[in-house]
């Protein structure tokens, strides 16, 4: 339902309805039997016209779309009634006392005459502001939209800092020579997150760069305990996707893997382009049926990368994430990088 959000009229409403008025006038007026307008049809027409703006600036907005229909309805046939006695009985009885003003017509008659040009001009602002509204309603999706996707992006920075402060912290203790390469690669990551990818999208260049970095990072808690392969093929680096997006799946990837295994840990990312530039990303982990399995699918890494999923590439995304029978985790995501290319 309309709700009457404006307590201002503006300037393009003001033109809009002295356009209206101008051409409702026009054919109010007209009489094919003779051209020339006759200037008193201007009270004739005011009587309509103030009745109109009565309805539409006081009714509408005070009854109608607070949904008090029946106070809208009784008040609206009172001033329909007004209007009907001011024309009959004092604009009629001076300019066409003869003829027009010597009977009462009845007021079936009458309500056949008033209704036409009152249902034009109420009409037209219930349209007015049912558009107004619609955008206004648009205007209100989009601002909750990105206010969600704020929300979700600022939740992946300190997931991930998280994490791989704790890993720091390990190696810190065991004075681990390979300690300053992890606060490097740590730096060159924060340093993307924090400054590259306030926009809403970015290059997918500077993303696979990024995850190249992350992984080169993340393979520092696996060491020796398995094999991590990272490919990327056919990628035309200049299309744009949403940051921070596939980080999500590599490093739950890293993170269930590490902790559940001491050895043979396999990590297989593949990502490649179609021709009709459709992104497909593959991201095959090992693990342990000794740890919680049951929470892989879950956290909010997942449920978070999911949400920005919906919302940034709704019917442009195909996810599946699947637990396997061999002790391994697979996501298969496909994302149409055409939508913001």
């Given at each position: 339902?309309?709700?009457?959000?404006?307590?201002?009229?503006?300037?393009?409403?003001?033109?809009?309805?002295?356009?209206?008025?101008?051409?409702?006038?026009?054919?109010?007026?007209?009489?094919?039997?003779?051209?020339?307008?006759?200037?008193?049809?201007?009270?004739?027409?005011?009587?309509?016209?103030?009745?109109?703006?009565?309805?539409?600036?006081?009714?509408?907005?005070?009854?109608?779309?607070?949904?008090?229909?029946?106070?809208?309805?009784?008040?609206?046939?009172?001033?329909?009634?007004?209007?009907?006695?001011?024309?009959?009985?004092?604009?009629?009885?001076?300019?066409?006392?003869?003829?027009?003003?010597?009977?009462?017509?009845?007021?079936?008659?009458?309500?056949?005459?008033?209704?036409?040009?009152?249902?034009?001009?109420?009409?037209?602002?219930?349209?007015?502001?049912?558009?107004?509204?619609?955008?206004?309603?648009?205007?209100?999706?989009?601002?909750?939209?990105?206010?969600?996707?704020?929300?979700?992006?600022?939740?992946?920075?300190?997931?991930?800092?998280?994490?791989?402060?704790?890993?720091?912290?390990?190696?810190?203790?065991?004075?681990?020579?390979?300690?300053?390469?992890?606060?490097?690669?740590?730096?060159?990551?924060?340093?993307?997150?924090?400054?590259?990818?306030?926009?809403?999208?970015?290059?997918?260049?500077?993303?696979?760069?990024?995850?190249?970095?992350?992984?080169?990072?993340?393979?520092?808690?696996?060491?020796?305990?398995?094999?991590?392969?990272?490919?990327?093929?056919?990628?035309?680096?200049?299309?744009?996707?949403?940051?921070?997006?596939?980080?999500?799946?590599?490093?739950?990837?890293?993170?269930?893997?590490?902790s559940s295994q001491s050895e043979e840990i396999k990590i297989n990312i593949d990502i490649t382009e179609t021709e009709e530039g459709i992104l497909k990303f593959r991201c095959f982990n090992s693990f342990r049926n000794l740890s919680n399995t049951t929470s892989l699918e879950g956290g909010i890494g997942l449920e978070n990368v999911k949400k920005r999923l919906d919302l940034i590439y709704p019917n442009a995304h195909q996810l599946k994430?699947?637990?396997?029978?061999?002790?391994?985790?697979?996501?298969?995501?496909?994302?149409?990088?055409?939508?913001?290319?």
């Amino acid at each position: 339902m309309i709700k009457a959000e404006q307590n201002r009229i503006s300037f393009q409403e003001i033109l809009f309805q002295i356009i209206l008025n101008a051409i409702v006038f026009v054919f109010f007026a007209f009489d094919r039997r003779q051209p020339e307008i006759e200037f008193h049809k201007v009270y004739f027409y005011l009587n309509y016209a103030i009745a109109a703006i009565i309805i539409n600036y006081v009714l509408l907005p005070k009854y109608l779309y607070k949904r008090k229909y029946l106070i809208f309805i009784i008040l609206s046939m009172i001033i329909i009634g007004l209007v009907i006695f001011i024309e009959e009985a004092v604009l009629e009885q001076i300019y066409y006392p003869d003829t027009r003003g010597s009977k009462f017509l009845g007021i079936f008659q009458n309500l056949m005459g008033t209704m036409p040009t009152l249902t034009v001009l109420v009409g037209f602002k219930f349209g007015w502001d049912a558009l107004h509204t619609q955008k206004k309603v648009q205007e209100l999706k989009s601002s909750v939209k990105e206010s969600e996707l704020q929300f979700l992006k600022s939740q992946i920075n300190p997931h991930f800092l998280f994490n791989n402060l704790n890993n720091l912290y390990a190696h810190a203790v065991e004075q681990s020579p390979k300690t300053p390469d992890i606060i490097l690669e740590l730096s060159d990551v924060l340093r993307y997150m924090l400054y590259e990818c306030t926009a809403d999208f970015v290059s997918l260049g500077k993303e696979l760069k990024q995850l190249k970095s992350y992984i080169s990072l993340s393979e520092l808690q696996i060491e020796d305990r398995g094999i991590v392969n990272f490919n990327v093929e056919n990628c035309q680096t200049t299309h744009r996707i949403a940051p921070l997006i596939l980080i999500v799946f590599i490093e739950n990837a890293f993170k269930h893997s590490s902790s559940s295994q001491s050895e043979e840990i396999k990590i297989n990312i593949d990502i490649t382009e179609t021709e009709e530039g459709i992104l497909k990303f593959r991201c095959f982990n090992s693990f342990r049926n000794l740890s919680n399995t049951t929470s892989l699918e879950g956290g909010i890494g997942l449920e978070n990368v999911k949400k920005r999923l919906d919302l940034i590439y709704p019917n442009a995304h195909q996810l599946k994430v699947s637990t396997l029978e061999n002790e391994s985790f697979l996501v298969d995501l496909s994302i149409d990088l055409n939508k913001n290319s």
